[in-house]
């Protein structure tokens, strides 16, 4: 519970500073942005490219409640 309400918190955020620049957001932005730390995150982007997927639709599939992605040597 308590991590959901951090994540909307850090997702409002980011949204906030979304809107006024327009720069890519960095490693530890975008990590936050999916509630991770930022090793997990450089984790999960090494994961999409093994397995030739953007890493945004990566993680919307690790994230949703359909199917779960099988990464083989994920820890
Ligand atoms: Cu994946």
Request: aromatic fraction near 4%; include cysteine.
């Amino acid at each position: 519970m308590r991590k959901l309400v951090s994540t909307v918190l850090v997702l409002s955020v980011v949204a906030l500073a979304g809107c006024a620049s327009e720069k890519p957001l960095s490693e530890a932005e975008q990590a936050a942005q999916y509630g991770m730390t930022v090793q997990r995150y450089r984790e999960e982007k090494a994961a999409a490219a093994r397995m030739n997927m953007k890493f945004e639709d990566h993680m919307k599939t690790m994230m949703g409640d359909g199917m779960q992605m099988d990464h083989g040597n994920m820890q």
